[in-house]
């Protein structure tokens, strides 16, 4: 299968600051990518779609100014946590999908602690 | 009616029976359907894309009933290694751009 590289794998960071996680396609090109969130024994939720090139289209009661992604090339989504707290502690992941009714390859998901 | 709804299981089965998943969609104009498994405290991982026609990988066989809007995993002679949970993915239709994921089925393969 495709390989999705997802970095850092785990971050612990101070209540205020902000975080930043990079989502990589190493073998193919990302027309889509998705931004998930995923809590202690729950189902994936998906927080955002993102096109290369244009803005990423956000789920009901995600909010924009704080998850902020960007999806400058067909390789490169990054989501950046702002201003986070211990309630956006989370395990978030990644997905890449070369083309529309192509299967999603996800990245190894990065486990966020804020302290 | 959910998007796309499974059984949450969990389904304890004994080492070597054969199981099988159900999944339901809503939206008959749906055109692409996959099943991942998921291994606790870890990123999904596809298993299988499902054809029209069915479509088997080793031990596991994918079915679509276009009809009935439901997909089918089955898995036979099963392992240890078998237990997870298993995600239906179905490809939104029209804007056909998002994925819509089930809630998941649990397995435990039992010795």
């Known amino acids: 299968g495709a390989v999705v590289s997802q970095h850092p794998s785990w971050v612990i960071c101070k209540s205020g600051t902000s975080v930043k996680i990079e989502c990589r396609s190493l073998?193919?090109?990302?027309?889509?990518m998705f931004w998930y969130r995923q809590f202690p024994k729950q189902s994936l939720m998906l927080m955002a779609t993102s096109n290369e090139g244009s803005k990423a289209t956000y789920e009901q009661g995600v909010e924009k100014d704080k998850f902020l992604i960007n999806h400058a090339s067909l390789t490169l989504s990054t989501l950046t946590v702002t201003s986070a707290h211990p309630e956006d502690s989370s395990f978030y992941i990644c997905s890449a999908r070369e083309h529309t009714g192509a299967p999603a390859f996800f990245g190894q998901g990065t486990r966020l602690t804020v302290v | 009616r959910k998007e796309v709804e499974q059984d949450p299981g969990p389904f304890n089965v004994p080492e070597g029976a054969t199981v099988a998943f159900n999944c339901t969609y809503s939206?008959?104009?749906?055109?692409?359907f996959f099943w991942y498994r998921q291994d606790c405290r870890k990123e999904p991982k596809l298993l299988m894309s499902?054809?029209?026609?069915?479509n088997e990988d080793g031990r596991f066989t994918a079915q679509l009933n276009r009809a009935s809007q439901y997909i089918s995993l089955l898995i036979r002679d099963s392992k240890l290694s078998d237990s997870a949970t298993y995600l239906c993915v179905v490809n939104e239709a029209g804007n056909n751009r998002k994925l819509i994921w089930g809630l998941g089925t649990s397995l435990a393969v039992n010795p």
């Open positions: 499902v054809y029209s026609s069915g």
């Open positions: 939206n008959s104009a749906s055109q692409s």
């Open positions: 073998d193919f090109q990302a027309t889509t």
